[in-house]
């Protein structure tokens, strides 16, 4: 192995770089430390939490890295305890921009919010009430004023008497300083099916939603924007792909990846499927422990993976677990309303504060190629993803998720 320094940062890797070298003994002595791999490009994350020793084996990267595997690799004990201790960050220097060692900040204080519809309103809600001593500021933003307007007045006057927590202030933005932010969280939305649409509503969003992040995300990249892209709006993990893809073209059209990193995106959808799946876990024999046990995966849409258990998985609980999740949109339309308050909430609000925190939530990330669900955490400034010893018929499941998911863009 090799081991380098770069700027302040302790490096080691199998590979040889024209870098300064150091010891091991210094290497190790450094609280986090560095690897320095290569995946290729547009199909692997550029940084991430090293969970397992095998990531640091990896030559490409596809949904088995939700899997734990157990397999026995000789390496030394100290660089084990880094991985377990969640101390080893992977760097993909096929990157062109490897070198800045990019991270997101410490701490995530202002928040901005585009798009002020329903759930946009509600999510601005969660976050006024949940962030306090949290959030310093959120800026909203909308093309009609008279809604910026609207919401200022209405959360800034969410408050609790006699309180001595400090509130997020509510401001609205120009146009020009949506970028000026930790987080930006996408709302927008340029049509929301009624009520009589048949299908997966979802989907019916895609076609417009994928034009306003195309220049929402070319206009991130123009402001060298550093912080979360965050996309609530339907379908959530196909607009990160957008995103992904549109915000990493030059003028011209061709791929430079000098725009928004793979890891910069996250989607924000799966948090309500989880939701739903506590609920509806009442409801089925032998889902009781869903809650201490369950997990959800994939995309906030028909191809959702819901797991009875990962610990004792059964496949008829967990299908029907499923289906009644898949549908849930569907039983609230029953009613006569669109369903808006639990996903701005569940998956909004709530992930975005967990975000924050530190602490797991569910979000779609970056894994070879495709942004898929899963249980997630900001760890070191890094993302780490959840990994579990999965029963194969999940596996397969995931698998089956993840591939269709894949093939629409």
Partial sequence: MYYYKLQDKFIFSFDKYNLPSISEEQCFKQDIIYFFGRMPLAKSRRSFVVTSPSELFLKEEDIEILNQNMDFYELPIRLIDKITQRKLIYINTNYSDWQD??????????????????????????????????????????????????????????LESFSKDKYPKVSILNEEDIFDCDILIFCVSSNVPGLNEKGDVRMLQFEGNSKIITQVAKNARKNGFKGIFAVVSDPVDLLCKVAFVESNKNENGTFDYKGLKPEQIIGFGLGVMNARASFYSKLING???????????????????????????????????????????????????????????????????????????????????????????????????????????LLNRIKESYRKLGEII
């Avoid at 569907?330 to 309303?337: H, K, N, P, S, Y």
């Fill in 101 to 158: 060692f990019y991270s997101f900040k410490a701490n995530f204080n202002k928040i901005n919010i585009i798009g002020l519809g329903d759930v946009g309103g509600i999510l601005l809600t969660g976050l006024r009430l949940m962030g306090k001593n949290i959030i310093e500021s959120i800026g909203i933003y909308d093309k009609n004023i008279e809604k910026m307007k609207r919401w200022f007045y209405e959360a800034n006057q969410i």
């Fill in 287 to 393: 889902a009781e422990n869903y809650d201490t046990e369950g997990r959800v995966f994939g995309p906030h849409g028909r191809d959702i993976v819901v797991a009875n258990s990962i610990v004792n998985y059964d496949d008829e609980v967990s299908i029907e677990l499923t289906e009644r999740v898949k549908n849930a949109n569907i039983d609230v339309r029953m009613t006569g309303f669109k369903p808006f308050i639990a996903p701005a909430l569940s998956s909004g609000a709530l992930s975005i504060i967990s975000l924050i925190k530190g602490d797991w939530f569910y979000g779609s990330t970056f894994i070879g190629g495709t942004y898929f669900g899963c249980k997630m955490r900001i760890n070191k400034s890094f993302i780490e993803i959840e990994r579990n010893p999965l029963n194969e018929r």
